[in-house]
């Protein structure tokens, strides 16, 4: 059963930081891109951070400020977030994609990461 569980996230003060932590299981987790998304209130789902063969991209909203990586032999994908400001706020969602022509994605269910003082 393939599953994606995210964790770190909570309520944290302008300027502070989160690490969020993805658990994947039940899929080869080496042969996937990693990538982490974000939806705010009224707004639709947006790429934040990917991390593919070819490099990372990020948003440029985020960029200098969150770092994604992943660590292959604990199938986790980690985001970094620093200097958190209040339209950070959202809920972040890991992807797992597979690439290639018939693309395999698999999503977890979020989790909440507020900036508020």
């Known amino acids: 059963q393939v599953q994606l569980v995210e964790s770190g996230g909570g309520l944290v003060q302008p300027g502070g930081s989160l690490r969020l932590s993805c658990a994947a299981s039940?899929?080869?987790?080496?042969?996937?891109?990693m990538s982490w998304y974000r939806q705010a209130p009224g707004k639709q789902r947006e790429l934040v951070a990917t991390?593919?063969?070819?490099?990372?991209y990020y948003v440029y909203s985020v960029k200098g400020r969150f770092t994604i990586s992943r660590d292959n032999a604990k199938n986790t994908v980690y985001l970094q977030m620093n200097s958190l400001k209040p339209e950070d706020t959202a809920v972040y969602f890991c992807?797992?994609?597979?690439?290639?022509?018939?693309?395999?994605?698999?999503w977890g269910q979020g989790t909440q990461v507020t900036v508020s003082s």
């Open positions: 991390m593919t063969s070819a490099g990372t």
């Open positions: 039940g899929f080869t987790f080496s042969s996937y891109y």
């Open positions: 992807n797992a994609n597979s690439g290639g022509t018939n693309t395999i994605e698999h």
